[in-house]
């Protein structure tokens, strides 16, 4: 072999040397480079929607290391909660990742965040809403007529939206005149399978504000509705030898000196143009009044001695001298007979 061929030989042996030894440090240097900080986090939006849990997504790049990531998730940025943490292998490729979340509502915040040996990177804060969640509301059934002092009532309404049911909620009340905060006075009650409750009031002693609330972390509230408490009114009549003239007494509770007492005939009526008068048939039109006067601590008494001109269905109606505490009262109605006429 010429000296010259072997020449050529040595220099293309150390040439494929010298270029496996860069590639080689290529190699090294580039993975010296992914190993130099903790993993890239994204966090994604929300799927699979159900009642009150989702599945939360995002994205991870372990960066050359096994990486360990889970979702933190709660009513503020504080968070609170977080689901069950899982591990990707080493690697450089970005991942899409996604974990089951139960408990979520409407408003909720939540992020991914992953770590590795190099340490640990929370994603971006978002929050969970969107086309996919109706946002929850509730709807309070307001009582179409004012609830008798010392009477009862139930208040119906419905939770709407996303995780409607079997939420955990408690009734709230501020009574008048309605400076004080709204405290709880109902046990906890969860709402029926399509967001419905009822809550009953045993004793409605003045006119009171009510709400509703869940009692999450973040609670939601109702619209406040205002139940009048009406006076309680009693009528009773006490013939006379004289025909048409009878006396008309009874009590108002609570004591209500000075309230006006009308005394009134019910008489037909044309339905209105109004939702509330549309349906009216009857109307009550005042035919005598007088002055509750005291009692008692706790009741006012009325009497009127008079002539009655006009036969039928009489009540007595009892309007408190100052508004708000309480609302006019009626009693039930009883039939009075008109004097005969002169002859």
């Given at each position: 072999?010429?000296?010259?061929?072997?020449?050529?030989?040595?220099?293309?042996?150390?040439?494929?040397?010298?270029?496996?030894?860069?590639g080689?440090?290529?190699?090294?240097?580039?993975?010296?480079?992914?190993?130099?900080?903790?993993?890239?986090?994204?966090t994604?939006?929300?799927?699979?929607?159900?009642?009150?849990?989702?599945?939360?997504?995002?994205a991870?790049?372990?960066?050359?290391?096994?990486?360990?990531?889970?979702?933190?998730?709660g009513?503020?940025?504080?968070?609170?909660?977080?689901?069950?943490?899982?591990?990707?292998?080493?690697?450089?490729?970005?991942?899409?990742?996604?974990?089951?979340a139960?408990?979520?509502?409407?408003?909720?915040?939540?992020?991914?965040?992953?770590?590795?040996?190099?340490?640990?990177?929370?994603?971006?804060?978002?929050?969970?809403?969107g086309?996919?969640?109706?946002?929850?509301?509730?709807?309070?059934?307001?009582?179409?007529?004012?609830?008798?002092?010392?009477?009862?009532?139930?208040?119906t309404?419905?939770?709407?939206?996303?995780?409607?049911?079997?939420?955990?909620?408690?009734l709230?009340?501020s009574?008048?005149?309605?400076?004080?905060?709204?405290?709880?006075?109902?046990?906890?009650?969860?709402?029926?399978?399509?967001?419905?409750?009822?809550?009953?009031?045993?004793?409605?002693?003045?006119?009171?504000?009510?709400?509703?609330?869940?009692l999450?972390?973040?609670?939601?509230?109702?619209?406040?509705?205002?139940?009048?408490?009406?006076?309680?009114?009693?009528?009773?009549?006490?013939?006379?030898?004289?025909?048409?003239?009878?006396?008309?007494?009874?009590?108002v509770?609570?004591?209500?000196?000075?309230?006006?007492?009308?005394?009134?005939?019910?008489?037909?009526?044309?339905?209105?143009?109004?939702?509330?008068?549309?349906?009216?048939?009857?109307?009550?039109?005042?035919?005598?009044?007088?002055?509750a006067?005291?009692?008692?601590?706790?009741i006012?008494?009325?009497?009127?001695?008079?002539?009655?001109?006009?036969?039928?269905?009489?009540?007595?109606?009892?309007?408190p001298?100052?508004?708000?505490?309480?609302?006019?009262?009626?009693?039930?109605?009883v039939?009075?007979?008109?004097?005969?006429?002169?002859?």
């Amino acid at each position: 072999m010429s000296s010259r061929n072997t020449g050529r030989r040595l220099a293309f042996c150390l040439a494929l040397l010298a270029a496996a030894i860069l590639g080689f440090a290529s190699v090294t240097h580039a993975a010296k480079a992914i190993r130099l900080g903790p993993p890239s986090v994204s966090t994604g939006g929300v799927g699979h929607v159900q009642a009150t849990s989702a599945t939360l997504l995002g994205a991870v790049n372990p960066r050359g290391a096994a990486t360990t990531y889970y979702f933190q998730y709660g009513p503020t940025v504080a968070y609170g909660k977080q689901t069950t943490p899982a591990t990707l292998p080493a690697g450089t490729v970005r991942v899409k990742v996604g974990q089951a979340a139960t408990g979520l509502l409407p408003g909720y915040h939540y992020r991914l965040v992953a770590s590795n040996e190099k340490g640990l990177k929370p994603g971006k804060d978002r929050t969970f809403a969107g086309s996919k969640v109706r946002k929850a509301k509730f709807s309070i059934t307001k009582p179409t007529a004012p609830t008798v002092y010392g009477g009862s009532l139930n208040l119906t309404g419905l939770l709407s939206g996303s995780g409607n049911a079997a939420r955990k909620i408690v009734l709230q009340e501020s009574p008048y005149p309605y400076l004080a905060p709204f405290t709880t006075i109902s046990l906890p009650i969860l709402t029926n399978s399509f967001g419905g409750f009822t809550f009953p009031v045993a004793r409605l002693l003045r006119s009171t504000q009510y709400r509703v609330s869940t009692l999450d972390p973040r609670p939601l509230y109702s619209s406040v509705v205002t139940i009048d408490a009406a006076l309680r009114v009693t009528l009773k009549v006490r013939t006379s030898s004289h025909k048409g003239l009878v006396r008309l007494y009874g009590t108002v509770t609570p004591a209500s000196v000075g309230a006006r007492v009308s005394f009134q005939l019910r008489k037909a009526a044309r339905p209105g143009n109004t939702e509330k008068t549309s349906e009216r048939t009857t109307k009550f039109a005042t035919q005598f009044s007088t002055t509750a006067k005291r009692a008692t601590k706790t009741i006012s008494r009325f009497s009127a001695i008079v002539k009655v001109q006009k036969g039928g269905s009489y009540r007595a109606e009892a309007t408190p001298v100052k508004k708000g505490t309480f609302v006019a009262g009626d009693s039930t109605t009883v039939l009075l007979h008109s004097a005969p006429a002169k002859q």
